[in-house]
């Protein structure tokens, strides 16, 4: 098959719905010639619903991020499947309600710490745990939220998104000896279930529909999709510890 990824294998984590950001990458990953394989945490059987509405077949592993016994498995399933990798695509982010909705300076450091292990950690452990199947190279992938500002009701998951863009550049600079690659999609607001789960969304989106040189459509994932994918492709071969943002030009936006 052609396509920008013929003949590549992809990981993508985080397929949860049909909205989501790496459904759309995983459908366009295939598109463009990869096999991709998933993973899911905490409902795996919720995965392989959607991902039967892929282009074609995938398999779904067990993954929470956080549990080493998951990860410390996972290069060997991945192997049974695929062979090796030749990219990894993280969109995995998670921060407890109480460190979220207008609550920062109460939140307890437990709350913290958990979205900082989900969301910001997992980058390195995901890739050190993919890392034995990537022996010619390969990609990693990751989606932020711009972490250069305060967002309205974001709270926590700030900080965390600006320790996941430093941990992507320490990676960058650890891991190009091994020929892998490690960048950012700073992604727009998309109405997926994980955005869904912020208290005061919608005040965030408005920032879209007042700002965005390009217009903005908070349900149509799949420019983002294309982005990610563009980054796991051969295409960027010499670009790692890059965020490059799809959000349709709101970051460069001043008062």
């Known amino acids: 098959m052609s396509g920008i990824l013929a003949g590549k294998r992809i990981l993508v984590t985080g397929v949860l ?20 394989i998933l993973t899911a945490f905490p409902r795996p059987t919720l995965t392989e619903r959607i991902a039967r509405k892929l282009p074609k077949p995938a398999k779904v592993i067990e993954l929470d991020v956080t549990n080493d016994e998951h990860l ?4 060997d ?12 695509v993280h969109s995995i982010g998670f921060a407890p309600q109480d460190a979220l909705g207008g609550n920062f300076l109460n939140t307890p450091f437990e709350s913290v710490a958990t979205a900082m292990h989900v969301s910001a950690f997992s980058l390195k452990s995901l890739t050190m745990a993919c890392l034995p199947l990537m022996e010619e190279g390969g990609s990693v992938v990751g989606l932020t939220f711009d972490a250069q500002f305060a967002w309205p009701q974001y709270d926590w998951m700030g900080p965390a998104k600006a320790a996941l863009e430093a941990t992507s550049r320490y990676l960058a600079r ?24 912020i208290p005061g969304f919608s005040d ?12 903005w459509d908070m349900a149509d994932p799949e420019p983002t999709g294309r982005g990610v994918v563009a980054l796991l492709s051969d295409w960027f071969p010499k670009t790692t510890g890059e965020i490059v943002h799809v959000d349709g030009g709101v970051h460069i936006m001043g008062a």
């Open 77 to 88: 399933l991945v192997r049974e499947e695929l062979g090796g990798l030749d990219g990894v």
């Open 204 to 215: 965030l989106a408005k920032v879209w529909d007042e700002r965005s040189p390009l217009e």
């Open 17 to 36: 719905m049909e909205s989501s950001i790496a459904f759309h990458t995983a459908k366009l990953a295939q598109e463009q010639g990869a096999e991709v």
């Open 174 to 197: 650890d891991l190009g000896k091994q020929k892998i690659r490690c960048n950012l999609i700073s992604a727009g607001p998309i109405g997926s279930m994980a955005a869904k789960s």
């Open 72 to 75: 410390n498995r996972l290069a």
